[in-house]
Structures are given as C-alpha cells and as structure tokens.
C-alpha cells in the first residue's frame, strides 16, 4: 500500500490531495452521476455532522457511521460542545453552509461553511436573542436582494415564538424581529438510519461529492488504526521478526545548523503546580483570598477561611474587609479572644513538611483592633500536638505593620500545622500570613521549592514558557491573566481564580519567573492572551466568548508592550524602574513573546491578534512574536491559524498536540515537508497519550523517537516542550505529566528521563544519517530512528538512536570525515518493559570502536557522546 502519509501539505489542507490516494477504495466506471447525502447529528456532547448518502431516497447509506465532518467549538470542555438541529445548504456563493442550534437557553446560532464538505472554515455565533433560545434554524434566500433570511424558534415554558433575521454574508445580521409563527417553516427530514430515526437535511449532488465524503472517511479509519498501534499487540505483529541489522552512514561534511533553543519547559498551573507546589510557601489561603467563585460553586467549603481554624471555642473567627492592608487584598481574619491559648491554626497544603535543622521565615500583617499591645507565639506542630520549633513577634500595634521571625524545626515531619497564638486578649486583624523555609532555589526570597526547581533546572532547558496555556487567556475575560497584577509586594499583588478550578495567590509572579529562567540558564518565553479569552470559557457566556472590547485594545495593547520594557527596560523608564525595585536593575534580555493560546481562530481573534502584532513589530522589531495555529495538528484552527500567520509574517507559530504512541511513531515525516520560507514553529504542547494516561517506557521512546525528526527538522523547528510539568499527588487534573510529587517526594518519569537526556544532549549543527536495513516492513522501519548533532561549544558527537521493536537492533556505523580526540567515550541506554514507569538511564565508558557493531537492545534510547577534533562543519 502506498504510503499515504508522504503527502502531508502542512501549511494548507492537505486532505484533498490524500484522497487521491484512496481512489482503489470507491471510484467505478458504473458510479452514479448524482446522489443525495442526508446531513444529521445525534445532537450529543461534542457530536458533529455525519452523512449518508442514497440514490433514491430510500435505501441510505451511513458514511462511518459515527464519523463525522465538523463539531461544534461553541462552549465548556465536554458537555456544552453540542451540534443540534444542523441544516446544510447550497449558497449563493457556490459554498455549502451549515446553521445549527447550541443548546437550549443561548440567544444564538452556530454558522459554518466549505467549499466541498470537507474542510470548514471559521464558525461563527451571531448573537440574535437576550434571555431567550434560538432553536432549530431555518433559511430562505432572496436572489433579488441577495440577501438570506435565516428564522428559528424560541420556547419557554408557556409559549413557543418565531423569529427572523436577514444577512448577506453571515457576518453582519440585521436586528432581530418576531415573525407569525406560521411562516417559520422546518425543511429537516427525517430518516432511519441503520434502524434509527434520525432528523435533518437532505440534499442532491454530483456523484464526487459523496465520493470524497466516503474516501475521508475511510482514510480516517484507516490512520486511525494504524495510528493505534500499541506494544500491547507486538507480539503478534512482530511475531516471527529476527533482529535488525542496521547500517548507518554519517557524512560530517553536510551538516546544517539547527535551532540552539530546541528543548525548553512550560509551565502552567495545572495540577497545583504554583501554589503548594513549585512556589515555596508552606501555608495555604495566607491572605484569606479564597472565594467559592474559583471552584465555580463545585466546593462550598472553599471560602475565605479555607485551611484555617481555631482551637478555642470561646473565641471567634471572622472575614472582614472594612480596612484592608491593601485594595488587592481585600480580605483579612478578625479574631476576638477572650482567652490565653487561644491558637489560629493553618493545616498547610496536605500539611507543612519541614526538615530538622532548618530555618524557615514567618512573617504577618498585625494589628490589634482595641489597642491592646501583645507579641504572637508562633509555632510548628505535629500531629500528635508535639511542638516542633517556636518563635515570637514583636508587640502588635494599633496600625497594620508586617512583622518577621524565623523558626527553626526540631524534627523532620511531611503533616506539621502552623499555629499562631496571640499573647493577649481582645481584637486582632491578621493578613498575609507566610511561611518559607530559607532553602529555597539559589536562597532567594519569596522564591521557589529547591528540589523542584533544581529538577526542572536539570532538564537543562533553552527556555521556560509561562504562566500557562489555558492560564494566560483565562475563563472569560475578567480572567484573562494580567501580569502587572502578579508584580511588586505580595499585598499589593492581585490574586485571581484558576481556570483549573482553584486558587492563584500570584505569589509566583512574573519576577520570579523571570528570575527563575535567569538561574536556569533559560530564555524567557511569557504567553499573554490574543485578546480574547479560553475558547472553552464558561464565565460570561459560552464558546468564544467574544474579546477584549475594541474600546479597550489600546490599553490591552499597551500592557503588553509594558511588559517589554519591564523585563528589558533600563532603570530609567517606569516599567524597568519597576524591575530595579524588586532587585534586578539589569534587563532581562526578552526575546520571546507567545500571543494566544490554542485560540478558536475567528474573526474576533484575528482583528485583536493582527492589532497586537504590529503594534509589537513597530515598537520592538527585535523580540520574536510567537502566535497560536489551535489545539491541534490539523483542521480549522491549525489551517486559519496559519494562514493568518503567513499573511502578517508572523515569525513563529505555536503548534499542540497530544497523540497515541502510533502517531508519533507513524508521522516522524510530520515537518521534513514544511515551507521554510515560512514561519518557524514551536512545538508548545506534545506528549504521547496511551489509554490510561500512563508515563512509561512506551510512551517515552515514542517521544524519543520522534525527537529525532525534530532534531533533524531543528532548521523549521525552532523549540518544543512537552506538556504538562508538574503534578502534585490528590490534585492531578490532567495525566500524563512529566514530574509528580508531593510536600515531601519528587517523582521524575520515564518521559523526564528522554526530555533530561535531549536536553543534556543537545546540539546546535545536525550530521544526516543514511540508514540501511535489513528488513524493510514499514512497521519497523518506522520503529527505528537516529539523529546525530553536533555541540559547537564542545566539539562534542551526539548519537541518538531509538529502537522501539520488541527485538534487538544490530548495528554499525560508517563515520565519514570525523576527527576523534581519543577512542573512549560515554554511552547511556534507557531501556526496560513498555509498561515500566519506574525505568532510568544507566551511563557507561566505552570505546568509540564499538559502534562498528553495537546492539541497540529491544525498547531502548541509546546515546553517544564522543569527542572530537574541530567543527567539522
């Protein structure tokens, strides 16, 4: 069978050209000319727009069935994404149209269109309707008037009303008006369908329109099952296969530079990676901040006295904000003790862990309400009420001031609690209650847990992005992250509500992020949103949500171009003056900034996406703009995404996608066929997903394999970073990730192992291989990948080589016009079961001569690194 993966257009829809490839499936010389195809959808979350087709109208055929053509991206992940009611027609403009209805209380309409049913372009959600449903769209055309009059039907529990609105181009509508419901007239059919009624429209065609419908959708079976290829079936589809012999040749001398910034991280919040997680603080809800507005009402427990408690009954514990220490933070605790002991108790986040022998810093906004003066004994405690380091205040005065102390821990222990007890009686305000120990990251201040820090900083990454995916553009956008809220004093700092469902004290704001990639040898990359929100909002409307107000983009615009001059700016300027303030008067040397987020790419993203562009590109041509092409490698999104990009020039594209083992396996041609004339890519989000969502051996050498292509493509392919981080234990939102932990532990996995190895092992000029097999099967082919770079600064050889067969790979190497500085050199192998979670690399010496026969063994990465004389280049 042809390969039909060597085809792949990436940078426009290349599904046209693939088809032809399935012409052996479906076209005959006895084909009808014409046929009708019956559009309909099961109205499920997350269905889309299936078809059927038939010659007379009553024999009908599914295509699939289950397949369908396009889904609706209006709403929240999962349930809300509903197609209903979809009526396809033929229009004026010689495009097929689909209108349908979203659900049953928004006020709008879904609008999609394609030119052969295959690929659709921007949807759209005119807003027709206030506090009513739009139901059931119909549409009528008025060739003299060209203009279409599109009605539906609106139901509440007493009445069932009409209404109309006219368009010409599906963009701009004219105002709604209510219509005698006898001229609303429904044109939906309804059918069976493998036995099952099924309602919606029915349509004449040119026989090649269902054949392309059909030839879709058997290639997507077809690379659906190629695509799903596991481990869990090698022995039988590798049963009688005999090891590999492999012969690769290197040839130094045509050699190419690749991207020195290839292997980074990204950071977002998920999984409680910021707060009880990478950013140090020890106690949780420190500024009583917490609202059930950031569990959107799931937790009615999560409130501003989150995580605390009081010990004595007699006493009383309120939230107040008559007179907060600061407008950002507007809620502080008000105690009232009538009795000595008295103890404000914070349980930490899964308890505090300290360490025997440490030092950690306490510190609290005080005041006492009645004037009356008094110290705060603070405390460590266990479990069991042992006391496990103390210490005390100065005397609190009438006005609110930040005291400091440090405790000193007795013993180590994963669950202590803090306690804080008030050597007096009467009324006391307390706010930004803080805990830290001293050993942070590098020893900073307000810094970051050491030994995850150094376990990120071990990756050796070119850069960090950051504050997140999903975070930067934010559930609605009240919500969209705002950098200058995350800077300055911690009270002056404005927290918000994750749109993972819980709590971001900002605590870990952009200063520490840039400091952190500064201590890490990282380039910065900050991702601010396009203007408009997550496309899977929930807060003020469903969907797209909309965007900034045009009214308000200049100052949209503005803070982004702000943030430029706080991390490069010199002392002089507001926003460089800023950075001084907070210790570090030397720039920060951005040169990358993200714009957007896995963005639904529609009129209203591009407008505000185009305005920041080339307000960047006119103020600082030097910093490399990063825009968004979707949530994945391929339809709308990734389509319109790019070609927005390649009209404005867009220097960099920021591509996602999370797959099976088998697809990676199966597309390591994916960017070997990429425009290079066109805009770089960062790979931004990638991991392999097996059922289950494990992190282990199988998953990471398909990463490693297809880090070889990526390697090899390092001229279009500029950076990558796998996704998700971090993820702490009892709080994991989203699996795989690349590092779990807890207060205590921190887990690497087998996929931080290979992202560890690539970028401890990273090269800035890459060595093509020929590669000569044995056996010459597509499926081992395919298993078996090397990429060899070269290090500029050490003049070291990097060997990379994957073998993903169930048996050993046997190979040798011709080295052609390579200086070696003597024969010994490092080689490590990670290799183990597909199912282990638990593997690591071992590191060995060994002679440069045993690549002139080496066994790659069964399910292994191997490298080596060899020294050599000169560039070679």
Known sequence: MINIFKFRKPKKHFLGLLLVCLSVFSTFASNPKEAYIFSYTSGKSFDGLHFAWSIDQINWHPIGPEYHYIHSDYGRWGSEKRMVSPLLFPGADGQWHCLWSLNEKDGTFAHASSKDLLYWGRQSYPVVMTEKNCLTPEVAYNKEKGEYTISWLSKDQTETKAWSTTTKDFTKYSEAKNIPLAEYKNSRSTILIDGKSQTGSINKVAWNVVDGLIKTQQLSAYKTQLWSETTKTDTERFANLKPVEAKFTLDATKSKKISNTLLGIFFEDINYAADGGLYAELVQNRDFEYTVRDTKGRDTTWNSSKAWRLNNKTAKFAIDSINPIHPNSKHYAKLAIKQAGTALVNEGFDGIAVKAGEKYDFSIFARATDGKAGKLLVRLVGKNGEILGETTTQSITANWKKHNATLTAKATIANASLEIIPQMTGSLDLDLISLFPQKTFKG???????????????????????????????????????????????????????????????????????????????????????????????????????????????????????????????????????????????????????????????????????????????????????????????????????????????????????????????????????????????????????????????????????????????????????????????????????????????????????????????????????????????????????????????????????????????????????NFVNPETVKTVLRGDPSDKNARPVKTACSVSELNSVELPAYSFTIYRIKTIGSNK
């Open 444 to 818: 900073h201040k307000n810094g970051l847990r050491a030994d995850l820090a150094q376990t990120l900083a071990d990756l050796k990454p070119k850069f960090m992005r950051f504050p997140g995916g999903c975070v930067a553009h934010g559930d609605g956008i009240e919500n969209i992250y705002n950098w200058k809220n995350t800077i300055g004093s911690l009270e002056s700092r404005k927290p918000m509500r994750n749109l993972w469902g819980y709590h971001q004290t900002v605590g870990l704001g952009y200063f520490e992020y840039f400091q952190f990639c500064e201590d890490a040898g990282a380039e910065p990359l900050p991702v601010i949103a396009a203007g408009v929100p997550c496309q899977n909002s929930s807060t003020g409307g469903a969907g797209h949500q909309g965007g900034v107000p045009m009214c308000d983009m200049d100052n949209y615009v503005q803070d982004i171009l702000d943030l430029v001059e706080y991390a490069n700016g010199n002392t002089t300027t507001k926003w460089g003056k800023k950075r001084a303030e907070a210790g570090h008067p030397k720039p920060f040397n951005l040169k990358y900034i993200g714009v957007g987020n896995e963005d639904l790419i529609t009129d209203i993203f591009e407008e505000r996406f185009t305005m920041i562009f080339k307000a960047m590109k006119e103020k600082y041509p030097e910093i490399t703009v990063i825009g968004t092409v979707g949530p994945s490698f391929e339809g709308t999104d990734y389509q319109e995404g790019w070609d927005i990009a390649t009209k404005l020039g867009v220097p960099m594209v920021d591509e996602h996608y999370y797959q099976s083992p088998g697809w990676f396996i199966y597309n390591q041609d994916y960017y070997d066929q990429y425009d290079r004339s066109k805009s770089k890519v960062y790979l931004g989000e990638y991991a392999a997903h097996l059922p289950g969502k494990p992190n282990n051996v199988e998953t990471a050498l398909a990463e490693a394999l297809y880090l070889t292509s990526l390697e090899r493509n390092g001229d279009v392919v500029s950076m990558t970073s796998y996704a998700p981080l971090l993820a702490k234990d009892k709080h994991t939102q989203w699996n795989p990730n690349l590092i779990y932990f807890n207060n205590t532990e921190v887990r690497p996995t087998v996929g931080y192992e290979v992202q560890k190895l690539y970028g401890q092992n990273a090269g800035d000029h890459y060595i093509p291989s020929e590669i000569s097999l044995s056996n010459h099967q597509e499926n081992v082919k395919n298993r078996i990948a090397i990429s060899v770079v070269r290090d500029s600064k050490s003049n070291d050889l990097i060997v990379k080589l994957v073998n993903l067969l169930p048996v050993a790979v046997n190979a040798s190497f011709d080295m052609k016009n390579f």
